[in-house]
């Protein structure tokens, strides 16, 4: 089960002037980029002001930003834009050719490409993948939605490298090719407030695979229904995985082993998850995923399995900040949906007091309350931010609880009465359900106060 890169003609070059649509951080790298290779009449287009950029590169921000893109032989959407903007509507019918950063990488790239899109564990899934292929011994390149354009090392990359992507549906969206490789996570639904609904974010992740052939591999998760829809528009042999249920063709949890079944044989792999370093059992699916991937690319099973195992999280993704004793302090800032705040509950067994709350993403609460009211070992609940009211509200409508639920002004006074109220041992542990702005810049800020308070909690205990 390897996975070799296609042959593709030489690229055409990219025709001038050029538009790069939306100059964030993407945006500027992708101008770096075209200058480095020689690239002239460059624009960059934003509705707000960008500091820093080269004095070669022509500048339009504010309003009007993005009139007369018809003038451009070339733009380049950043996955903030819509692919149906009016102005890069009409500039296509007047033969401009829109295009991304991440369609040129996939176009160019000469190594062996992994893409992994999905609703939870984009980020998790492929670093697992990373870390296994590089504990094989391959050249690999981490890049995509985790926070690296791919075209920062586009020219590195070698034909025996591998290079593994985190796709949004916003970057997936209108790909003028696909991965060798693409892996689709649990898909549900999410970013609505851009997506017109559901329907349109999946057929937007759809874009990942939209271009393969009987080559190339899909590998999707079986136990989500969004995920094998996405997998069935892929030309590409399918390859399944699934924490939940058996698969004819993957790889599947039993017990603490996974399992690769192929033409009617088993092999339990060498990986066990007692020893799994990443917290939670819903993390499966993700080594699963990464698993899978990094053997679809040909690496050997030994070393892709133990770097599984070792693997220990990311930041903010229920990563274990610090111990005092028998007080755990978990950092799960980056659960921004309910859904992943269910699965952070039900990673622990142990005294369990949960930071919930922030922005206002209009989520039903409903399940997140039925599910800490299901589990024995929750013993209190502090609420912050605008949606405090409202999970208050929902756990109210579950019914009575047996831990109190409490609103508190800061994070920082929360975690202070979380901790005291454990008997003696146990979690402390932020997972918020909801969008941090109101109270801190973004997730990162807020994981990072956590982290330091925990710091100065878990002095005092020891």
Known sequence: MSISKRTTCAPAPIAAPIA???????????ISYLLSRGAERIAALDATVVDGLPSAVETRFGEGYDRDLERF?????????????PSLVAARAKGTLVTSALSLFLSRCPARVVGVTGTLGKGTASSIAAACLGAAGLKVYLGGNIGKNPLDFLDDARPDDVVVLEISSFQAMDLAASPEIAVILRTTSEHLDWHKDTAEYRAAKAGLVAHQTAEDTVIFNADSEGAAGIATASRAAKLAFAAEREVDTGIFVRGERLILRADGQEEALPFDASRMRLAGRFNLENVA???????????????????????????????????????AFYNDSYATRPDAAIAAIGAFEAPLAIILGGSEKNADFGPLAAALVARPN??????????????AAALAAVGPTR??????ATMEDAMEANAQALPGRGVVLLSPACA???????????GERFRAKAAEIAARLM
């Open 73 to 85: 032989a070339t733009v380049f959407r950043s996955p903030g834009v819509r692919p149906d903007h």
């Open 403 to 408: 831990f109190p639920v409490v609103e508190h």
């Open 20 to 30: 790069v649509l939306g100059v964030g951080v993407e945006g500027r790298s992708t």
């Open 436 to 446: 941090s702005f109101g109270l801190f810049p973004n997730y990162k800020v807020r």
């Open 378 to 391: 929750v013993v209190r609940v502090a609420l912050i931010g605008a949606t405090a009211g409202r999970l």
């Open 289 to 327: 995923a990464g698993v899978a991937a990094a053997l679809a690319a040909g690496a050997p099973r030994d070393p892709v399995c133990r770097a599984a195992e070792l693997f220990e999280g990311l930041p903010h993704r229920l990563e274990r900040v610090i111990e005092a004793g028998d007080v």
